[in-house]
């Protein structure tokens, strides 16, 4: 195992629990506690965890709660308004395109070129309507159980549903963007469908103003080298810049 692979599985585990100790991550990485608790002080120095008596446990930058759509669509208008611009410059006609669900979606949607033509794939309602009447472009929608607040389908109906689309580029709402625990949301249904997405898809971005950069939900999608980039609102969280940097990934910040 490579050691951005443990170093991930710590996280993983860490994240999962209130805490882990270390002869319990000496078992399951089948390394010495002593590359136990050197991983352990490198990741606290990343902030990914902090370490207590013994092993280690959450950093408080955990998203516990995700805020309300209401709440979502009244904060943040204008940095979700230049990622959405930068993200909706990355599309060209023709392409198969597949825009997530969430607020920074809606804007997405909402940024679209007139001019564009192709197709759009959506698991969220209020995607597809945005786009429902514009000339020239075609609108799929996931099927499944819709979600209150965000109306947003999930389940297993919608990874079936997504598993035979090949689109050319995915626009991935998040809960949370972290160094180490990768991409990370609210609802454990959706995660799978965000797999899907990414696994299936000849681009993907990751969607994400600031005030998620840095910040890790409950739900691990994927780890950052999974997806194609970042598109945020301002330069961002060095430890995130760090991570795509090591991968070959990119970071794309939005300017006003």
Do not use: W
């Not at 050197?38 to 995700?66: F, M, N, Q």
């Amino acid at each position: 195992m490579l050691p951005v692979e443990r170093h991930e599985a710590i996280v993983e585990a860490v994240s999962a629990a209130q805490a882990v100790s270390t002869d319990e991550l000496v078992r399951r990485l089948g390394v010495s506690a002593e590359t136990v608790r050197r991983d352990l002080a490198l990741l606290e120095g990343k902030g990914a965890l902090r370490r207590v008596h013994g092993g280690a446990a959450p950093v408080e930058s955990r998203r516990v709660i995700e805020p309300s759509y209401t709440e979502r669509s009244m904060i943040r208008h204008q940095a979700k308004a230049q990622l959405a611009r930068l993200a909706a410059g990355l599309l060209e006609n023709g392409q198969t395109v597949v825009i997530d669900i969430g607020t920074t979606a809606v804007a997405v949607a909402q940024a679209i070129p007139r001019s564009f033509t192709g197709t759009v794939v959506t698991p969220s309602l209020p995607v597809a309507i945005e786009l429902t009447e514009r000339a020239g472009v075609e609108v799929l929608l996931a099927g499944g159980r819709v979600r209150p607040g965000d109306l947003a389908c999930s389940s297993a109906h919608a990874k079936a549903f997504f598993a035979d689309i090949y689109a050319d580029i995915a626009l991935l709402g998040s809960g949370g963007v972290h160094a180490e625990a990768g991409l990370t949301d609210f609802h454990l249904d959706e995660i799978d469908v965000r797999r899907t997405i990414i696994a299936n898809s000849a681009r993907s971005y990751i969607l994400a103003d600031s005030s998620k950069v840095g910040q890790v939900a409950p739900y691990r999608v994927c780890p950052l080298r999974s997806v194609t980039g970042l598109i945020t609102d301002t330069d961002t969280d060095a430890g995130v810049a760090a991570a795509f940097a090591e991968t070959g990934g990119v970071v794309l910040s939005a300017r006003p």
